[in-house]
Nanobody
Framework: QVQLVESGGGLVQPGGSLRLSCAAS????????MGWYRQAPGKQRELVAG???????KYADSVKGRFTISRDNAKKTVYLQMNSLKPEDTAVYYC?????????WGQGTQVTVSS
């Protein structure tokens, strides 16, 4: 049974940084492309960053140059380093495959950027 557990969110001031982690189990992690998604109030969930099994990366235009996605296959974990955070980054952040294959999204981790 696939489990995806997000962590690392919190309250940060504009311009600050956070590093999110997503720990996976119940899957062959190394062969799966992974992604970080976010959902802000009143908006649809969107892909903010993706990383292939070969560690090729992609980013939404809104986060390019500020966010970095990475993976550690030995730890079955995908990370999202977020720098220069803006209030508009406020959302619940989730991980899944890219494209999402698992219907049961995790609890996500809340990121709030506010002064």
């Amino acid at each position: 049974q696939v489990q995806l557990v997000e962590s690392g969110g919190g309250l940060v001031q504009p311009g600050g940084s956070l590093r999110l982690s997503c720990a996976a189990s119940g899957m062959i992690f190394s062969i799966n492309p992974m992604g970080w998604y976010r959902q802000a109030p009143g908006k649809q969930r969107e892909l903010v960053a993706g990383i292939s099994s070969g560690a090729n990366t992609k980013y939404a235009d809104s986060v390019k140059g500020r966010f970095t996605i990475s993976r550690d296959n030995a730890k079955k974990t995908v990370y999202l380093q977020m720098n220069s955070l803006k209030p508009e980054d406020t959302a619940v952040y989730y991980c899944n495959t890219d494209p999402p294959r698992f219907s049961r999204w995790g609890q996500g981790t809340q990121v709030t950027v506010s002064s």
